[in-house]
């Protein structure tokens, strides 16, 4: 072999995608070793959301389909392909494999058999790497808690202070009471660690968003014929709680509208669906500053009854903000029809349809912005 700079080497495959870093591992063992290192496999990453070289938008759908659509600037998107995935089932017909959350490339799916989990791994699409994780088994309950008084709910995401990738878990208990484990890739274990704060008020969703570090959801409770709603954060490195109230003295008829918490690029975002006239997005511009909530965007939608009589409306959710961040990329979601992407631009409060080829017909998705990386590279295959 020609005698080339290691430097050299160095900066050409941090410019290559995932997929080819894994064929040319047989290059040599000094390649293989390389290819391997955390001191590559980092710098790969943070190279590829800096430049949007394998940024694509990941979508999954009930019950067990993924596709990749390339995303590298925001004028023209790929042709979506379907990316493989396969674990022998014992019961193919009944099971359900949903996205947990997404961090650095990978993502955290749950695996469902009717309404019971059958596992929880960590995948990296991008080089088709698994990992299953343990089920939780530090404090084995006494007796099986009645269904309508627990509810299973994750949360993944990436603690940059010890380098380390953390699955939350929250189970509800009599009285909204809500015990929470953590599990640490690192450690390969699950921990108890406090119960969360907020007496008295309920999980909004089974929804946790990964924003600054920390895993959040949001919670309400109603005083006084009142709704009150609260945006509680665990930060996965000190594994400490913060609670933050929402301003919903800012937002009009509340009570019959649909919150959902959400994460726009580096802001914590508020996602309102007014059922039947509008929907509005707030952001957070400073985190944790409750004064800061700011309305990104509020959007007239069409609601009509069709000749079923049958109510028919349209949702709005954000994904990704352009370069310039003057647009915002947005899911539409219209009863009875597929979902669909449109920007949105913010001054001229404007739509641009979205063309995506390679889709099924009648396809209902939840996207998610990735990045390809080497992450998990030592994990388990996945059959394809």
């Known amino acids: 072999m020609l005698n080339i700079p290691r430097e050299l080497i160095w900066d050409i495959l941090l410019r290559l995608q995932p997929k080819d870093l894994i064929r040319y591992r047989c ?12 001191d590559f496999i980092k710098p790969h990453l943070e190279r590829s959301i800096k430049t949007n070289s394998t940024r694509t938008i990941f979508l999954s759908t009930t019950p067990s389909y993924f596709f990749s659509l390339p995303f590298d600037n925001d004028e023209k998107l790929g042709t979506a392909t379907t990316v493989g995935f396969s674990i022998p089932s014992k019961d193919p017909v009944r099971e359900t494999t949903v996205t947990v959350g997404y ?12 309404e019971d989990i059958s596992y929880i791994a960590l995948w990296n699409p991008s080089i088709q790497k698994l ?20 509810l299973d709910i994750y949360g993944f995401g990436y603690n940059s202070t010890n380098d380390d990738y953390k699955l939350v878990g929250i189970i509800r208990k009599p009285a909204n009471e809500y015990e929470v484990s953590v599990y640490s890739l690192k450690a390969n274990s699950w921990k108890r660690i406090q119960n969360m704060p907020c007496s008295g008020f ?4 089974n929804h946790m968003v990964f ?10 409770k109603k005083l006084h014929h009142e709704l009150q ?3 509680v954060t665990l930060d996965l490195a000190s594994e400490k709680y913060r609670e933050f109230p929402f301003p919903v003295d800012r937002i009009d008829e509340i009570e019959n509208s649909r919150l959902e918490l959400d994460a726009l690029g580096d802001y914590l975002c508020i996602c309102v669906n007014r059922f039947m006239n509008r929907c509005e997005a707030w952001i957070m511009k400073e985190y944790g500053v409750t004064e ?30 352009s370069k310039n961040g003057k647009t915002v990329l947005l899911k539409m979601s219209k009863y009875f029809e597929s979902d669909s992407l449109v920007w949105y631009d913010l001054e001229k409060k404007s739509f641009k349809q979205v063309e995506i080829s390679g889709l099924p017909d009648a396809f209902n998705f939840q996207p998610t912005i990735c990045w390809g990386s080497l992450c998990l590279l030592d994990g388990d295959p996945v059959i394809v």
């Open 211 to 220: 924003s600054k570090g920390a895993l959040g959801w949001l919670m309400w």
């Open 27 to 38: 290059v040599s063992k000094a390649w293989y070793a390389l290819i391997h290192n955390q």
């Open 292 to 321: 800061s909530w700011s309305l990104l965007y509020s959007i007239d939608t069409v609601y009509s009854i069709d000749m079923l009589y049958a109510a028919e409306f349209q949702t709005y959710k954000p994904v990704v903000f």
């Open 229 to 231: 709603y609260m945006i």
């Open 202 to 205: 309920s999980l909004q969703n």
């Open 103 to 114: 961090a650095n490339g990978l993502v955290c799916i749950c695996n469902y058999v009717d």
């Open 131 to 150: 990992k299953k994780i343990p089920i939780r088994t530090h404090e084995p309950r006494a007796q099986p808690s009645p269904k309508s008084e627990m």
